[in-house]
């Protein structure tokens, strides 16, 4: 069992990337809205629609774990300044460590101006209802990047098996080939 936490900002590709990854692995892609859209039309942004998102995904953890599938790929945005982020990366961590799993970070970063042009990708609005106003979801993500850290400091991400790519100028093939042939999976 293989668990890949595939991480960084709004709009840095982390869904496009995942989506490449499973293509040329065995490996599933379970995208951070997978969850969040089928509770906001619900329960909007609130505490509760959090508090089901994470509960979801922890019994989704949990069955991936015990499944017998060769492993998953989640994507999410850690807010490092946020210690309820770093409590969800532990609790995830922990779920598949239990299981055998090895696991793997890898943090995606690029460009404000790459990201604010990513935003607008018919394939992330496709999949991805929450972010079709592309106004408000634009101004979420530049008041981000003021109010959250949104990607890690030299040396504080302790994973064996991590990398940090910068994808400003790659193709999420090119940055899904470069996970796998470093990883070798």
Known sequence: MNFILLFG?????KMTVGKELAKI???KLFHNHMTIDLLVPLFG??????????????????????????????????????????????EMCRIFR????????????????????????PDRLAE???????????QNLLESIGHYRL???PGEIREANYLRINNTNMSAAQVAQKIKNTFHL
């Open 9 to 13: 900002p709004q709009a840095v590709g």
């Open 25 to 27: 692995t065995d490996l």
């Open 45 to 90: 942004f609130t505490p509760e629609m959090w508090r089901l998102c994470h509960m979801f995904r922890k019994e989704i953890f949990k069955s991936a774990a015990a499944s017998g599938m060769n492993g998953i790929i989640f994507t999410t945005v850690w807010a490092f300044s946020e210690p309820e982020d770093w409590t969800h990366v532990d």
């Open 98 to 121: 239990a299981a055998g799993a090895t696991i793997f970070f890898v943090e995606l970063e690029a460009d404000v101006n790459v990201r604010l042009e990513r935003n607008r990708m």
């Open 128 to 138: 991805k209802p929450t972010k079709r106003n592309i106004k408000q979801s634009e």
């Open 151 to 153: 990607n890690s400091q």
